[in-house]
Nanobody, 120 residues
Framework: VQLVESGGGSVQAGGSLRLACAAS????????IGWFRQAPGREREGVAT???????DYADSVMGRFTISKDNAKNTLYLQMNDLKPEDEAMYYC????WGGGKCYPAAGYWGQGTQVTVS
């Protein structure tokens, strides 16, 4: 399984970015896929995830600002991020996982390399 993120960058607060995660075809054999982030000195957190049946889960902090979507024909996952805040600054990762209890739990070894989002 290969996951390659893109779309990160530097924006001013209030701006927007769209992240993309190109996945190999076998990636969608797992139960869920999603976006996670980690800022220096902070624990990794789930941002937005989507199960194979289309059920989505968002972190409270991004609800209403971020939208996760996937294009199955292109094996690509997206994260549209609007109204970015300085606290959104982090390395964003795409990961595969197991769905349970309404959440996607990332599986070890199924992570992309990350894309940096900087908000000033």
């Amino acid at each position: 399984v290969q996951l390659v993120e893109s779309g990160g960058g530097s924006v001013q607060a209030g701006g927007s970015l769209r992240l993309a995660c190109a996945a190999s075809a076998d990636a969608y054999r797992v139960n869920c896929i999603g976006w996670f982030r980690q800022a220096p000195g902070r624990e990794r957190e789930g941002v937005a995830t989507i199960a194979n049946d289309g059920t989505v889960d968002y972190a409270d902090s991004v609800m209403g600002r971020f939208t996760i979507s996937k294009d199955n024909a292109k094996n690509t996952l997206y994260l549209q991020m609007n109204d970015l805040k300085p606290e959104d600054e982090a390395m964003y990762y795409c990961a595969l996982g197991d769905w349970g209890g309404g959440k996607c739990y990332p599986a070890a070894g199924y992570w992309g390399q990350g894309t940096q989002v900087t908000v000033s």
